[in-house]
C-alpha cells in the first residue's frame, strides 16, 4: 500500500508570486498545444490551416477552457458553495475545473474561430482533437499533485492502493492516474493513428467523443463520485451522466462519416 506524497501544490515561488502545479500543468498543456499542432500541420497539410492559426486557435481554446471549466465546476458540480461565497469563483489557482464545462466552452470558441476565419467547424475540431488528450492527461497529474479526485475505497491487498492522508486513511483508488492514463495517453495514442491520414469530415472528432466518453464513464466506477446536482450517486455519477451524450453524439457521428 502506498500513501499520497501530499506534495506542496507551489510549484516555485519568487517572494509574493507563487507558481502553482495546477496552474503549470495548464501552461505545460498549451505549450503541448503549439509545439504537437505545429507539427501536424507540417505532416498533415490537408487541413488547411496555418501556423498563425494555431497560434489564434490556442488563445481561443484558452478562454473557452478556463470560462468554461470554472463556469463548468461551478453549475454542475458545487453550485451551493460557490453560490454561498461567489468570491471563491475567481480563485482558479486552487484547482477545480469541470473537463464537460471547459469542452463546452472550447466548442463555443472554436465555432466563433471558425467562423471568423471562414473555416468549416469540423475542419478545425478534426485537427485538434488529437491534441486535446495531451492537455487531459497533464491535468489529471495536477489533480493528482493537489491530492483532489481521490478514488473509491480499495482493497489494502492491491499494491498500489494509496492512502489520500488529508481525506482518510482508508485505501483507495490513484484515480487520477488511471485517467491520466486512459483520457490521456491512450486516447492520444488512438487519434494519433486513427488521423494519420485523412478521414471524412467529422470522423476524427467522433472518436474523440467516442474515446473519452467510454474512458470517463469507465474512470468514474474508481473515482469517489461527486456531489454534483443530481447528487451523490455511486450508480451513475455526474461525470458519467454529463460523459453520455458525448458518446451518443461520438457514435452518430461516428456511423453516419462511415456512410457517406
Request: aromatic share 16%; hydrophobic share 50%.
Amino acid at each position: 500500500m502506498l500513501i499520497h506524497p501530499q506534495f506542496d501544490p507551489v510549484a516555485v515561488s519568487f517572494g509574493p508570486l507563487a507558481i502553482r502545479w495546477y496552474g503549470l500543468m495548464y501552461l505545460l498543456a498549451f505549450i503541448a498545444f503549439l509545439v504537437f499542432g505545429k507539427r501536424r500541420l507540417r505532416k498533415q497539410p490537408w487541413h488547411g490551416l496555418s501556423d498563425k492559426d494555431v497560434d489564434d486557435l490556442l488563445f481561443y481554446g484558452v478562454l473557452g477552457v478556463i470560462i468554461g471549466g470554472r463556469l463548468g465546476q461551478v453549475l454542475f458540480y458545487e453550485p451551493a458553495y460557490y453560490f454561498s461565497q461567489p468570491w471563491e469563483i475567481l480563485a482558479i489557482w486552487k484547482g477545480g475545473m469541470s473537463f464537460h464545462g471547459g469542452f463546452l466552452g472550447v466548442l463555443v470558441a472554436v465555432a466563433w474561430f471558425a467562423h471568423r476565419r471562414g473555416l468549416s467547424f469540423w475542419q478545425v475540431t478534426d485537427f485538434g482533437a488529437p491534441l486535446v488528450p495531451i492537455g487531459l492527461g497533464l491535468g489529471r497529474i495536477g489533480n493528482f499533485i493537489n491530492g483532489e479526485l481521490w478514488g473509491r475505497i480499495a482493497s489494502p491487498d492491491l499494491p498500489w492502493a494509496m492512502i489520500f492522508p488529508h481525506v482518510d486513511g482508508l485505501p483507495r483508488h490513484p484515480s487520477q492516474l488511471y485517467q491520466a492514463f486512459a483520457e490521456g495517453l491512450l486516447l492520444w495514442a488512438l487519434l494519433v493513428w486513427f488521423s494519420a491520414k485523412p478521414r471524412p469530415r467529422g470522423q476524427v472528432s467522433a472518436l474523440f467523443l467516442i474515446g473519452y466518453g467510454l474512458a470517463r464513464w469507465c474512470g468514474e466506477y474508481f473515482r469517489e463520485p461527486d456531489q454534483g446536482i443530481f447528487g451523490h450517486s455511486y450508480v451513475v455519477s455526474m461525470g458519467q451522466w454529463l460523459s453520455l451524450p458525448m458518446l451518443v453524439v461520438g457514435l452518430y457521428l461516428f456511423v453516419r462519416g462511415r456512410k457517406t
